[in-house]
């Protein structure tokens, strides 16, 4: 596991560069009948069906699976972004915006969940 850490005041966000999900891009599967809705990986990997429904919802639960790792991906990217913003210019949380700070503990949380560590 590589980690580095950018310090802010009473909260750390780490910086991940690993993970233990099969890696990305998913896929969901059009080409299945209308009651199977499949995720599959690279190689035809498959990672999860969402049953036998015809519910829009079973649909979008499987696409937005099929997202998961460029989400994550993508909100990684924008905590150290803006953990980096943060120090680059001296605001170390008090930028007078306390949604900053709440949306970063947010991100960290969303990504902790993800890896399976809270």
Known sequence: MSENKWIMEDFVVPIRTDSKWTPGPWEYQEKSDAYTHI??????????????????????????????PEMAEALQALADECAEYVLLNN????DGSPATTHSMRRARAALAKARGES
């Open 39 to 68: 995720v599959r990986a690279a190689g035809n990997r498959f990672i999860c069906s969402m049953g036998q429904s015809m519910k829009p919802e079973y649909e979008a639960n499987a696409r937005l699976i099929a997202a998961a």
């Open 91 to 94: 605001l170390h949380g008090n």
